[in-house]
């Protein structure tokens, strides 16, 4: 079942391996914290917000919305913390700690929001209503602690890519060949995470402390 609500197969596979390889370049450099990750980020969510909206998988296209705005947030933060750390050892990763009113809330946004994005996907005939509510919750979550420059967002990514895999092999199996660069994504998605995490664990200063 491959319906393609307005791109061509060729069109959604052009646009579905240019998102995959910017955001694999955004992935090597936000383990490095460098300032231009945010500039390969936004456009590579623009494409993706595109194919998602094509192959009928809401959340996650409205996802990338919401990461293109965090992107522009992110680009903020990241100036405000430079700027807060001039004399900084340039090779330091600034995090900041996470306070428990983030974690409760990003708690109560788990609780309440896979449910609730369940059963909106299932009336609007999302493809994967259930997975697709799961990994934009986390990914929102996730995203709101990059910003943020919290440490615990890696261990959030690599469950949600986790069940991006499997949402993506669902829309493959379903006709949706395009989705496939974006399975190999999620895989360099899960290393980045675990070597994002040993790295920002071990040259990481908090500037909170």
């Given amino acids: 079942m491959n319906e393609h609500l307005f791109l061509t197969d060729l069109g959604a596979e052009i646009l579905s391996y240019t998102s995959s390889v910017l955001f694999v370049i955004y992935l090597v450099l936000q383990i490095f914290k460098h300032k231009a990750m945010w500039n390969v980020y936004i456009p590579s969510c623009f494409a993706a917000i595109?194919?998602?909206?094509?192959?009928?998988?809401?959340?996650?296209?409205?996802?990338?919305?919401?990461?293109?705005?965090?992107?522009?947030?992110?680009?903020?933060?990241?100036?405000?913390?430079?700027?807060?750390?001039?004399?900084?050892?340039?090779?330091?990763?600034?995090?900041?700690?996470?306070?428990?009113?983030?974690?409760?809330?990003?708690?109560?946004?788990?609780?309440?929001?896979?449910?609730?994005?369940?059963?909106?996907?299932?009336?609007?005939?999302?493809?994967?209503?259930?997975?697709?509510?799961?990994?934009?919750?986390?990914?929102?979550?996730?995203?709101w602690w990059l910003t943020k420059s919290y440490i615990q967002q890696w261990w959030l990514w690599i469950i949600a890519d986790v069940f991006a895999i499997w949402m993506n092999l669902i829309l493959v199996d379903l006709g949706y060949k395009d989705k496939l660069p974006f399975i190999i994504m999620f895989v360099f998605c899960i290393i980045s995470s675990c070597i994002g995490l040993v790295m920002w664990s071990k040259k990481g200063k908090y500037v909170n402390a």
């Fill in 50 to 143: 595109i194919t998602f909206l094509d192959s009928a998988t809401w959340a996650f296209a409205a996802l990338n919305v919401y990461y293109v705005a965090m992107g522009i947030v992110g680009i903020k933060n990241y100036r405000n913390v430079a700027a807060s750390a001039v004399n900084e050892d340039p090779n330091r990763i600034l995090l900041n700690r996470l306070p428990r009113r983030d974690l409760f809330i990003a708690i109560g946004l788990t609780i309440v929001g896979i449910p609730a994005l369940y059963f909106l996907l299932t009336y609007l005939q999302d493809h994967t209503p259930l997975l697709d509510a799961i990994v934009t919750t986390l990914s929102i979550i996730g995203t």
